[in-house]
């Protein structure tokens, strides 16, 4: 042992140290910049920018109109049934809006909770760590655009930003998946960071309320796609 002390000592630290520190150095630079990209704010529009700025990410949520979004219930009632139909955004957001706020996910460390007793006060919602709402949609060319509203919680401190991805759908085995080709939390590239769209978008999906027979009529989708700012969708009855 003081024979490599004293060698560490006249030569410096080896190879090996040496890569090992840069690559711990490299990683936690990358996930600095991930907290400090996550929490940037993002920039709220209303339309398109005809010129971006630099280092700056826009957020245009989809339309919403209570007057046009009335015939997301036939087209519902359709979809589950089976048949072909052509949606709105605003019919989507719709949707979104009768499926309600979504379930929060446990905080880290924190123990199953109990069953509540008939007529005790609900829960605060402050012990979630992570829980998503406001469900959106916009339609644009082939393209469609899905955010959400995230709220991380630790320990009390909390803050909220917005998720955004956009893509299409891809078949995966006998069934239809959304593809984001672009996912944002906050202002931080996610699909710029390997292993980490899949797993958040994966924990936010699990919470939404979705029906059943929602959830069994997706599966049995035989065409979906974005065309013409529609989105248009087959299913077999």
């Known amino acids: 042992m003081a024979d490599k002390k004293i060698e560490k000592a006249l030569y410096g630290p080896s190879t090996l140290e040496v890569a090992l520190g840069a690559v711990l150095g490299l990683a936690l630079g990358v996930a600095v910049a991930c907290i400090y990209l996550v929490l940037k704010p993002v920039q709220l529009v209303k339309e398109t920018p005809k010129e971006v700025a630099q280092g700056v990410v826009y957020y245009l949520p989809g339309k919403t109109d209570a007057t046009k979004g ?8 359709t979809f589950v049934s089976g048949g072909e139909i052509i949606a709105t955004e605003e019919e989507l957001n719709a949707w979104a809006a009768s499926l309600g706020g979504a379930a929060p996910a446990a905080a880290p460390g924190a123990a199953p909770k109990a069953p509540a007793q008939p007529g005790a006060p609900a ?20 393209r469609m655009h899905v ?23 891809t078949r995966a085995g006998e069934g239809f998946v959304f593809q984001p080709e672009a996912v944002y939390l906050g202002s ?16 936010l999906l699990k919470q939404q309320k979705v029906p059943d027979d929602f959830r069994a009529a ?8 974005v065309e013409g700012g529609l989105l248009k969708v087959t299913t077999q009855p």
């Open 147 to 169: 955010s959400q509203k995230v709220l991380f919680n630790y320990f009390g401190l909390t803050k909220e930003v917005i998720l955004q991805s956009a893509g299409g759908f």
């Open 123 to 142: 829960a605060p919602a402050d012990s979630a760590f992570l829980s998503a709402s406001g469900l959106n949609f916009r339609l644009e060319g082939e």
């Open 218 to 225: 997706w599966a049995k989708i035989s065409a979906i796609a």
């Open 70 to 77: 009335r015939a997301w219930q036939t087209k519902q009632a």
């Open 188 to 203: 931080c590239p996610l699909h710029a960071v390997p292993g980490t769209t899949g797993a958040l978008l994966g924990t």
